[in-house]
T-cell receptor, first 114, second 109 residues
Framework: NAGVTQTPKFRILKIGQSMTLQCTQD?????MYWYRQDPGMGLKLIYY???????DKGEVPNGYNVSRSTTEDFPLRLELAAPSQTSVYFC?????????????FGSGTQLSVL | QKEVEQDPGPLSVPEGAIVSLNCTYS??????FMWYRQYSRKGPELLMY????GNKEDGRFTAQVDKSSKYISLFIRDSQPSDSATYLC?????????FGKGTRLHILP
């Protein structure tokens, strides 16, 4: 199993450009999450999904959009990129259930908006 | 007030010392409490997990939860240079998992 795979690993965007961060997992996990981590800071929840067709906002959803058409994929869309979106983005997944709280993380996407 | 508060450090201690890391939270709806460890340029990895007040031990690590005070702790005994990392507390409510800022820990040889 590859686990959680994120692409690309690095990207530089110009202000106003758009892009999609890809995330796929092969563990058949229902729950998937997108976090951003600013330098020296913790993880902030952007969006999450509890299954295909179901998404919900996290702590910092503004400027982002998500979709979940399959169990495996959970892409994060940035529209009109701004310098404030410069960050490392982590996708994570887990099994549902009250005792299955362990998150499996991807290796991250480092995004710079200039 | 942020839902989860954690002192970002950095915290530097000599090898062999006992390390104490802490988080407070404001929302009593949090049900499950976790500690993740993150090495530089890597994704976080789950270290400890608990869902009730009290202590949980795993090797050199002890997680402590006090729901009445909304306070959680992680203790590391006999600290090693390899423990140098960022430690993030995390808490779940409903289906969300919310993280603290993380504490950068340096173990000095």
């Amino acid at each position: 199993n590859a686990g959680v795979t994120q692409t690309p690993k690095f990207r530089i965007l110009k202000i106003g450009q758009s892009m999609t961060l890809q995330c796929t997992q092969d563990m058949n996990h229902n729950y998937m999450y997108w976090y951003r981590q600013d330098p020296g800071m913790g993880l902030k929840l952007i969006y999450y999904s509890v299954g295909a067709g179901i998404t919900d906002k996290g702590e910092v959803p503004n400027g982002y959009n998500v979709s979940r058409s399959t169990t495996e994929d959970f892409p994060l869309r940035l529209e009109l990129a701004a310098p404030s979106q410069t960050s490392v983005y982590f996708c994570a997944s887990r099994r549902p259930g009250r005792i299955n709280e362990k998150l499996f993380f991807g290796s991250g996407t480092q995004l710079s908006v200039l | 007030q942020k839902e989860v508060e954690q002192d970002p450090g950095p915290l530097s201690v000599p090898e062999g010392a006992i390390v104490s890391l802490n988080c407070t939270y404001s929302n009593s709806a949090f049900q499950y409490f976790m500690w993740y460890r993150q090495y530089s340029r890597k994704g976080p990895e789950l270290l400890m997990y608990t869902y009730s007040s009290g202590n949980k031990e795993d090797g050199r690590f002890t997680a402590q939860v006090d729901k009445s005070s909304k306070y959680i702790s992680l203790f590391i005994r006999d600290s090693q240079p390899s423990d140098s990392a960022t430690y993030l507390c995390a808490m779940s409510r409903d289906d969300k998992i919310i993280f603290g800022k993380g504490t950068r820990l340096h173990i000095l040889p």
